[in-house]
């Protein structure tokens, strides 16, 4: 019983470069979320998704992308990393917005 | 959009002691409210969640909240602290779409 995988956990990456960060779930939750976490402000929802083709920006979209091409996977992208992006991201999913969401363990990321 | 505002970044208490975390919210429609826990390197997980059933909400670990609507808060309270309670805590709100996070309380359990 996964629940929610995040990959990787840890990445280093030179300000400019690209990635994605990887998040599925195993739950057939309709809704999924990313957030990046830093120091004294809690967590902030970047992205999130109701269901697969269907995606919303939160409070911080900016710099980040996101798809939602199938209902178990949901993509975060970094198309030019910055070094503001250093952060902890946390990828969550739930049945619903109403209903409790399961997060994964998080990926730490350090853009130099 | 909706918002949670947490009352204090770090609360220390004795073991044994009363532990009391603040949470406000603010929400257009009737919110969905959630405190999450999170231990050192790890994801959150659930402690409890207010869905507009019963006001007095208990959770895991001892952990209850009550919703007051008309001071729109949404605090936690556990009678007596104890050492494994050391963590972090985070109030949530959702409209039914995306869910909002505080900016967390750092609880200190001191022997």
């Known amino acids: 019983n996964a629940g929610v995988t995040q990959t990787p956990k840890f990445q280093v990456l030179k300000t400019g470069q690209s990635m994605t960060l990887q998040c599925a779930q195993d739950?057939?939750?309709?809704?999924m979320s990313w957030y990046r976490q830093d120091p004294g402000m809690g967590l902030r929802l970047i992205h999130y998704?109701?269901?697969?083709?269907?995606?919303d920006q939160g409070e911080v979209p900016n710099g980040y992308n996101v798809s939602r091409s199938t209902t178990e996977d949901f993509p975060l992208r970094l198309l030019s990393a910055a070094p503001s992006q250093t952060s902890v991201y946390f990828c969550?999913?739930?049945?619903?917005?109403?209903?409790?969401?399961?997060f994964g363990q998080g990926t730490r990321l350090t853009v130099v | 959009a909706q918002s949670v505002t947490q009352l204090g970044s770090h609360v220390s208490v004795s073991e044994g002691a009363l532990v009391l975390l603040r949470c406000n919210y603010s929400?257009?429609?009737?919110?969905?409210l959630f405190w999450y826990v999170q231990y050192p390197n790890q994801g959150l997980q659930l402690l409890l969640k207010?869905?507009?059933?019963?006001?007095l909400v208990k959770g895991i670990n001892g952990f209850e909240a009550e919703f007051k609507k008309s001071e729109t808060s949404f605090h936690l309270t556990k009678p007596s602290a104890h050492m494994s309670d050391a963590a972090e805590y985070f109030c949530?709100?959702?409209?039914?779409?995306?869910?909002?996070f505080g900016a967390g309380t750092r609880l200190t359990v001191k022997p």
């Open positions: 207010y869905t507009s059933a019963a006001t």
């Open positions: 739950m057939n939750h309709e809704y």
């Open positions: 929400s257009s429609v009737p919110p969905y």
């Open positions: 998704s109701v269901g697969a083709g269907i995606t």
């Open positions: 949530a709100v959702s409209d039914r779409n995306d869910m909002r």
């Open positions: 969550a999913s739930s049945d619903r917005g109403t209903t409790e969401a399961f």
